[in-house]
């Protein structure tokens, strides 16, 4: 069975700075996307960044030049690094793999951004 499981998360002050990681057990054939999604209170899940296995990176325009999303194939390991951290950021930021028939989300992980 596979699972991923987040971590990472936590309360940080504005312009601070927190890496999440998202560690997967189980097996998982055919990945060919990982990314980060979110989702703040009354809003919806948005894509934060994503990474595709050929190494083309999409990242949300609100976060750009401030988070960066990095992969470790081997591992099947997907982190987001996240600087200069403002209170929009606050939210639940979820681990997504997509494989050759298969999406499987992690359970998330807790980011508030409050002084």
């Known amino acids: 069975q596979v699972r991923l499981v987040e971590s990472g998360g936590g309360l940080v002050q504005p312009g601070g700075s927190l890496r999440l990681s998202c560690a997967t057990s189980?097996?998982?054939?055919?990945?060919?996307?990982m990314g980060w999604y979110r989702q703040a209170p009354g809003k919806q899940r948005e894509l934060v960044a994503s990474?595709?296995?050929?190494?083309?990176?999409n990242v949300a325009d609100s976060v750009k030049g401030r988070f960066t999303i990095s992969t470790d194939i081997a591992k099947n390991t997907v982190y987001l690094q996240m600087n200069s951290l403002k209170p929009e950021d606050t939210a639940v930021y979820y681990c997504?793999?997509?494989?050759?028939?298969?999406?499987?989300w992690g359970q998330g992980t807790q980011v508030t951004v409050s002084s």
């Open positions: 997504n793999i997509k494989a050759f028939g298969a999406n499987y």
């Open positions: 189980g097996s998982i054939f055919s990945i060919y996307v």
């Open positions: 990474s595709t296995t050929g190494g083309n990176t």
